[in-house]
């Protein structure tokens, strides 16, 4: 018969370590790599960008960065004309629960419809390379300045 060790099931097993060491290297890769994508929106993006206020360009790597937020009006819009050229964004917010649930309270849920009509996400994920965060971010501008031009049209 096999004896099991004491010790069987309070051990990591000998690979253990090895795996985790090589884990934690890769993640450190996909921080590092998440921080220089997020640097790129932050060059282009820094105005529109959802930091805190004492937020400098420093802090960046010391952020994961897992997505990286920018707020701007006319988000819907937007994202839909980057879809048409071809470039993503992120959709990580749901809805607004309390309209579509029918055993909420009704409340009011102003802030919740506001923050997921204005914000976009930006993807920081490995695939991601730095030519397309200053692809996607100068496009952003380009549709914000468009917006802007065609509301100035409407209203003269």
Known sequence: SINIEDNYFTLPGKGFYWELNSKIQYLKKIIQHRQKISEVYYHYLKKLSVMPANFK??????????????????????????????????????????????????????NIDNLINKMIILPTHMRIK???????????????????????????
């Open 130 to 156: 730095k030519s397309y965060a200053k692809l996607l971010s100068e496009t952003i501008l380009e549709i914000i300045q468009e917006i802007k031009n065609e509301k100035s049209k409407i209203s003269k």
């Open 57 to 110: 360009k420093k802090d960046i790597f010391n952020n994961s960065f897992y997505f990286y937020l920018i707020q701007t009006e006319n988000s819907d819009v937007i994202r839909k004309k980057l879809h048409e050229k071809g470039l993503d964004t992120g959709k990580l917010f749901y809805e607004n629960c309390a309209k579509i649930s029918k055993n909420s309270k009704k409340k009011d849920t102003k």
